[in-house]
């Protein structure tokens, strides 16, 4: 095997590796002895530096990594940093509230406890996975049942549905214009991660 197909398979190793690996772990793969493996790593880790790239490979007491470049760090840390929070809409809480306490609930409830259609409500709840078609009704046409998912208890902190705060009525509710304060607002505010 020659020396570039064994780096090659040692920069293949060290990525998929991910944690330092001891120079003597790669000569046995090879068959070769750990002073000459020691050699071809500190070989490839100057070919990293020397090119500009933006891996390099660590050395720590006879075990190397492959790991990114230092001076990369800013970019990396901004791709890192946790999504763009926002919160949801108000039409996206009514209808996850109307699902949540009415569910399984098609549609057509959904949209006659809020007097208007709330397709694209339901699609943004679903994209977000907050909500899921739980089946069918059995009605004229069979409409999709929606209900809530693991991740809609999750997310507001309830271990089970009978968690939800009690309400009377929802649909009452809803169509109060400034009921939504009997809630409280950690519970209909959570942020939410865009997907």
């Known amino acids: 095997m020659t020396k ?10 060290l990525f998929v590796w991910g944690d330092p690996l001891e120079a003597k772990t790669c000569a046995e793969l090879f068959n070769m002895p750990v002073s000459d493996m020691v050699h071809i790593l500190r070989e490839m880790a100057n070919d990293y530096e020397e090119k500009g790239s933006g891996l390099r490979i660590r050395e720590m007491d006879r075990s190397f990594q492959l790991c990114t470049a230092a001076e990369n760090d800013d970019y990396i840390q901004l791709l890192c940093t946790p999504a763009r929070k926002k919160r949801l809409s108000q039409p996206a ?4 509230a109307i699902i949540a306490y009415k569910q399984p609930v098609t549609k057509a409830q959904i949209d006659s406890i809020r007097g208007i259609r709330s397709d694209r409500v339901l699609e943004g709840l679903m994209a977000k996975g907050l909500i899921a078609e739980q089946g069918r009704s059995t009605a004229i046409g069979r409409p999709y049942l929606y209900g809530t998912t693991k991740e809609f208890l999750k997310l507001f902190g309830f271990e089970t549905l009978a968690d939800l705060p009690e309400i009377e009525n929802i649909d009452d509710l809803v169509m109060e214009e400034d009921a939504w304060g009997e809630i409280s607002p950690d519970q209909l505010t959570m942020p939410i991660e865009d997907k």
Request: charged share 35%.
């Open 4 to 13: 570039e197909k064994i780096k090659s398979a040692l920069e293949s190793i």
């Open 93 to 96: 809480l009514e209808t996850l």
